[in-house]
């Protein structure tokens, strides 16, 4: 195992049972990247004993809360311990890791660990959904967007006008749709070119062909349900979705908690909902 320090404290080494927050990035040797939590969730875990010698665990002994460091760790050695990624070639597994709070056990009891932890998690949370209404503000200010806000605090553009009456909650809608970070970065899309576009790995178990949506069906998030009343068959739109209509306090793959998110989403067509009639009263 190789590793480079960037960043030193002075405070004391991690140590097998402590909690840490990280943020970390692993790629190739070539530097294409694997995975990377900088823009998305950080990493909340209980420091394990390391799984072989030399392994990533290993390297987070020699490191501080406040330390930020590069550690190679030999590839053969962990891939006997997970999963190769397809087409990976290389000798070593590179991590790029910042270590932002570090919790000690020591003598503490398990439930004064766990609360402590607890504690420091919810304090992210709020600092995060403190943030959001500035960072919703910045990002439409910085890129000069002409939007209009619900009364839900939903952000949207309607960019081509369709044609026919509004979808309406029950409706089927074919549509297909991209969602982005605000940094650009892609987190999914029913369109495979948008996928193979931003580098994000193809699903060969998945069909990339619009998307059918039941209005009003719980799968989809709140954001989508207000925002798609306000399109008919042939609308494209772009909707700034806030957490609390998106994933909210618990984010979901690579959007971190109290996230902000942006759909760009085109109707294709509208199933509408088949209303029976009432039957008459005597």
Avoid at 25 to 35: A, H, I, P
Avoid at 44 to 59: L, W
Wanted: proline share 6%.
């Amino acid at each position: 195992m190789l590793y480079k320090i960037h960043t030193h404290s002075d405070g004391p080494k991690i140590q097998v049972g402590n909690f840490i927050n990280i943020s970390a990035r692993g790629k190739t040797d070539n530097d294409s990247v694997l995975f990377s939590t900088y823009d998305s969730h950080p990493i909340f875990t209980v420091v394990p004993k390391p799984q072989f010698k030399g392994d990533v665990f290993t390297a987070l002994q020699y490191l501080s809360e406040g330390d930020s460091a590069t550690i190679k760790v030999l590839a053969d050695s962990a891939f006997k311990v997970q999963v190769r990624p397809k087409g990976f070639k290389g000798k070593y597994l590179t991590y790029d890791i910042k270590v932002c709070k570090v919790i000690a056990k020591g003598q503490l009891t398990d439930v004064e660990f766990q609360d402590k932890i607890e504690a420091y998690v919810d304090g992210e949370g709020d600092k995060l959904k403190a943030e959001e209404p500035g960072l919703i503000s910045r990002y439409i200010s910085d890129d000069h967007l002409k939007l209009t806000r619900t009364t839900d605090s939903l952000y949207y553009v309607i960019n081509k006008p369709g044609t026919g009456v509004n979808i309406a909650p029950g409706d089927t809608v074919i549509m297909n749709y991209t969602g982005k970070l605000f940094n650009g970065k892609v987190f999914d899309s029913s369109i495979k070119e948008e996928i193979v576009r931003s580098k994000m790995p193809v699903d060969p178990t998945r069909q990339y062909t619009p998307a059918r949506i039941v209005v009003g069906e719980k799968l989809i998030i709140p954001g989508w349900y207000e925002g798609l009343q306000l399109l008919n068959k042939g609308a494209s739109a772009t909707f700034i979705v806030p957490s609390k209509l998106a994933y909210g306090k618990s984010g979901i793959s690579i959007i971190a908690p109290y996230t902000p998110i942006i759909f760009e989403i085109t109707v294709i067509d509208v199933h509408r909902m088949i209303k029976m009639p009432v039957p008459a009263t005597k």
